[in-house]
């Protein structure tokens, strides 16, 4: 088997940050909790059916590769907790962040006291706890140990959907796929609560001389000895997690002294507003302190674009874009400017000027009233931009009415194609417009009914040019780019000035193929993805490779000579599928 390139495995690696390590081991460690969460469940039913789920638990999750994998991520992720809370400069985020954070910090110090008496138990001394000894400790001889439990769980639960929510709202399948997320968000860990209620119960009824005999034996549960340092494993572990919890809160204190020593900087936002802030503040975590309303739907993550700003001035002095910075900027087209930085990504070390590029639209008051697709949603969308060719030179003979007058006929034309093909016109950019398709449809279908709308576009314009064939020198010519993939769409503008758009390398590649009709001499270019995705033959339409501004590797596209043409490809699909 070849081995990786050092180019490929750049390229593997260049999107992977810090959160993204801990998103992994985070769903490591959700996976354990469902499947222990069912585990319980199973008390609902009867202390065997307890006892056959445990085996298939432990079955799976002991399994030598799957236990290293655990707590590898288990280490990994309780150290980038700590990180966070460390790298962390100020908490005012929304409420729900900090939350998390804090509930993720509290579950190792709830958790130790399980730990000890079962894991390790059976670790150092072989012990065979299983759940009739776990559940007579904990509701006969040490009855808070119960509430520890509860609370341990509802802890552990609620800090893992939290990280879930953060992962998962910005999905296209999210906002069809919540109601049924929040139902079992909601029933596993009540079934796993009320099934180690029920096993308890059962426990409790049983409870004799004979059943103690036969449940609680050295064997089950150690001796006084080997409980005693069970006990103090878990003294030892409190004191020093909270020492580290306390080694942390003392680091940042130091960091800060050493931020204020070593300087401020100050920013200008280009609006008149400056604010000094110590050295090591990202900008937008300078914004926040400072309360600068600063765009950033993603919170900060480095998963979207909408805090990118635009420095001002010399970039020399800036320091280089981090791998996750550098691999956002390039999905969105921007990563070939020094200027455009992720402000939630960007210290300063100096004094910088700069401008916001999405002016902040969303307060806390807006995302809890507005729906998700109007603040922002990933999603696979078709991006159809159509450009009027030899608009300057019609301005130049014509009254400005006159020229208004043919430029909107134009628009209309294409418009009218564009819904007649179930797409959405988007944005009118002087004689341009884009057009997204994918809305309420699955990615082949809007692949389709861009082709389908494209050929509509050109039929149109030609029924136009008939139509002005008295006042035109020449008919009207034109030029249409499509491309699809995931986009970030949302609401994008400042106080009552706001449009539905769409974000991302998607609609700049659709933007690009349109330019190129020029060069190749064609009505429309399509990419391979459009293509493929749509079903089109391989042989349909010529191929050529080109290079796109702002991408390293070149590019498949198919050159339409007549857009005419690809209303017969769509509906021999459509035949074939029907």
Known sequence: ???????????????????????????????????????????????????????????????????????????????????????????????????QLVLGLSIPALIITHIAGVRLGQTLFGHEKLYPQVLFAYWIVWPYKIWLMLAVMTVAWVHGCIGLYFWLRMKAFYKNAAPFLLAAAVLVPALAMLGLYQAGRTVVDNDSKEWRAENLSPRQVGTQAEQAVLKSIEDYFL??????????MLARGVRAINERRAGMVSLSYGNGKTVRVPKGLSVLEASLRN????????????????????????????????????????????????????????????????????????????????????????????????????????????????????????????????????????????????????????????????????????????ELNQFLSHDLQEPIRFGIGIHGGEVIIGDIGYRDHMVFTALGDAVNVAARLQDMTKSLACEAVISEEVRVTGGLAADSLPQHEVTIRGRAEPMIVRAVTDAKTLSALVNELNAIAA
């Open 291 to 462: 309360n600068v309303p600063h765009a950033s739907v993603c919170g900060g993550r480095a998963r979207c674009s909408t805090c990118r700003i635009r420095v001002i001035g010399d970039c020399a002095s800036l320091p280089e874009p981090s791998k996750r910075e550098a691999f956002v900027l390039n999905r969105v087209g921007a990563g070939a400017d020094p200027a455009i930085r992720l402000a939630c990504q960007l210290r300063p070390e100096t004094d910088l000027s700069f401008f916001q590029i999405f002016l902040p639209q969303i307060t806390a008051a807006t995302l809890r009233t507005s729906s998700p697709s109007r603040i922002g949603e990933e999603r696979y969308l078709v991006s159809m931009f159509v450009d009027m060719r030899g608009s300057t030179r019609l301005a130049e003979k014509r009254l400005p009415f006159d020229t208004v007058f043919i430029v909107n006929r134009f628009l209309g034309a294409v418009s009218q194609a564009v819904m007649e093909c179930g797409g959405q016109p988007n944005q009118f950019v002087g004689d341009g417009q884009l057009a997204l398709f994918g809305l309420g449809t699955d990615p082949q279908t809007a692949c389709r009914q861009a082709l389908k709308a494209a050929s509509l576009i050109a039929a149109n314009i030609d």
């Open 239 to 248: 004191i020093g997690y909270l020492g580290l919890l306390g080694f942390v």
């Open 1 to 99: 088997m070849a081995s990786l390139s050092p180019e490929a495995l750049m390229k593997f690696t260049r999107g992977i940050s810090v959160r993204q390590i801990r998103l992994s081991c985070g769903l490591v460690l959700f996976a354990y909790l469902v499947s222990h969460f069912l585990n319980h469940a199973l008390g609902n039913i009867s202390m065997e059916a307890l006892a056959d789920g445990v085996y298939f638990h432990t079955l799976f999750w002991q399994f030598l590769p799957v236990a290293i994998l655990f707590y590898a991520a288990a280490l990994v992720h309780a150290g980038l907790g700590l990180w966070a809370l460390y790298e962390r400069r100020q908490f005012r985020w929304k409420a729900i962040e900090p939350l």
